[in-house]
């Protein structure tokens, strides 16, 4: 059974590529018909290690079955633990070409996994604050591809912490994204000064991935779980 510290955040990323191994039997009849919805044999894959290490991890967090498990979810969509097994315990779970991560507190927290790949031209122009197209401008342009993926991944984590999901509007807060700078939230439009009150951790998951957690509180530390805690939960650790 894995212990939540109060002022921790527990880590788990694994694989979920076709061929990545995952516990059987513990998916609910609604997770296993929403697998198979999908069209292509990877997507059924993707999502039903992602949704078995889900449950895994949180019932060895709760020292219940993993079956036992009751989800809800908040108005935008957000799920949630529902009370009484799930009291106090908060997760965030995000998923990437054949890789996910979840995150697990005893205070809300958001998550985002991103593979590298090529950036639609302007989309920087639409989701980026004015702060942070100047910081990407200001790359070597054989960097700004990770740079927009840095900015992506930390946004995202942020408006999933606040629990709003994308309806957030991007471009009226700003986080770091340079490689040099230290993860961090730079203001929040809407909310003056309560950018100090955010902590963002950058997060290299493998090789050509990114990632990033956030939270609403400071003093947290980040705790990643080893390959051979995967390996007892039935997950396997991504490649290098």
């Known amino acids: 059974m894995?212990?939540?510290e109060a002022e921790a955040i527990r880590l788990w990323i694994w694989r979920i590529d076709e061929d990545a191994p995952y516990p059987q039997g513990i998916l609910?009849?609604?997770e296993l018909a929403r697998a198979a919805r999908f069209i292509r044999a990877v997507d059924r894959a993707a999502h039903a290690a992602a949704h078995a290490g889900l449950?895994?991890?949180?019932?060895?967090?709760?020292?219940i079955p993993p079956l036992r498990l009751a989800f809800g979810s908040e108005p935008m969509g957000k799920p949630f633990l529902a009370a009484p097994?799930?009291?106090?315990?908060h997760f965030n779970l995000s998923h990437s070409k054949g890789l996910a991560a979840l995150g697990v507190a005893r205070f809300p927290i958001g998550v985002d996994l991103e593979a590298l790949r090529p950036v639609e031209d302007g989309l920087a122009a639409t989701v980026f604050s004015a702060l942070e197209l100047q910081e990407l401008a200001a790359l070597p342009p054989s960097l700004q591809q990770a740079g927009f993926f840095r900015g992506w991944t930390r946004k995202e984590a942020f408006v999933k912490a606040l629990g709003s999901g994308l309806l957030a509007p991007l471009d009226r807060f700003s986080v770091s994204l340079?490689?040099?700078?230290?993860?961090?939230?730079?203001?929040i439009d809407w909310a003056p000064g309560e950018a100090e009150a955010w902590q963002i951790a950058h997060v290299t998951p493998a090789h050509g991935y990114v990632g990033a957690v956030a939270a609403h509180r400071r003093g947290w530390r980040?705790?990643?779980a080893a390959p051979e805690e995967l390996h007892r939960l039935g997950l396997a650790?991504?490649?290098?």
Do not use: F, N, V, Y
Not at 55 to 63: K, S
Not at 85 to 89: P, S
Not at 237 to 240: K, S, T
């Open 28 to 30: 609910s009849p609604a």
């Open 178 to 187: 340079s490689p040099d700078a230290p993860a961090r939230l730079r203001d």
């Open 2 to 4: 894995t212990t939540i």
């Open 85 to 89: 097994d799930g009291a106090g315990l």
């Open 237 to 240: 650790a991504p490649a290098g």
């Open 222 to 224: 980040l705790a990643q």
């Open 55 to 63: 449950r895994a991890i949180l019932g060895d967090c709760l020292g």
